[in-house]
């Protein structure tokens, strides 16, 4: 598919950090990898809280829980803004079902990206304990409880974030049915070497 684009005027990207429709830039990878890492961290801690209950370990995981769950919605905010600026250079879903899939379910984990944390700080808000990122108060908790909030949270954030968890293994599963049933990789298009031009 990404092999077959052969326009090499719009390959070029207008500035060496933007997309290119033949690759992702390196700032769309560095955001894409990095909350790949943040959100393995978060996955890993809940998951062992579940499995372990709380020991001095999952402890040290749900200590940080808060604070790389801001810095994720911080990141997520980023990326959609900087996917906006850059969505008519990057490389092409192609058209027919499976395109639609793609685009919706790239759509899809968007959403869930801003709505998990988003619902955990509205929460934090609404039960008056607000938040602190790394020990920095960045969020004030509101002046009385406000149930609603609380209410939100508690009924889809655990919920919505395991939603995204398997849409995840959806995703990485559709990267490995590109690169070896179908044969038209799409790896590339976000990791190793970049190329300037179509080969
Ligand atoms: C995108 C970032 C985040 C992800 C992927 C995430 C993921 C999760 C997961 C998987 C659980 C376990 C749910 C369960 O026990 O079944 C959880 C629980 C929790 N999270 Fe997050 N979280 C994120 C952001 C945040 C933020 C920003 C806060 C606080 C402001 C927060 C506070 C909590 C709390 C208090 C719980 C325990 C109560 C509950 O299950 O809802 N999370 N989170
Ligand atoms: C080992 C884990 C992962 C692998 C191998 C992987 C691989 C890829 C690849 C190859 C693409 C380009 C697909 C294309 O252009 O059609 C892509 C795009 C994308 N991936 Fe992943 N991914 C992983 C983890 C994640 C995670 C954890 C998230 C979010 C929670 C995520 C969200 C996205 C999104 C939204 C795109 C569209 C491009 C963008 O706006 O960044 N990926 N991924």
Redesign the pocket.
Known sequence: MAHSLRNTASARPSSSLGDTVLQYGPVTRLLHWSMALL?AW??LG?GL??ALGRTPLVGFFVGT??SV??L??ALAVLRALWGLANLKRRPPHGEGLVALAARLGHLGLYGL?LI??VL??LR?YGSGRG?AVFGLPVLPGAPEKVQWMIDA??AA??LL??T?LAMVAGHVAMVVVHRHVWKDDVLHRMAGRRTATAQ
Request: charged letters at 5%; a positive charge; hydrophobic letters at 60%.
């Open positions: 959100f978060q996955f809940m809280r579940l829980h808060a769950g801001s994720l919605m990206m998990v944390p955990a700080l934090a938040v949270g508690n954030h655990g974030a395991w995204l």
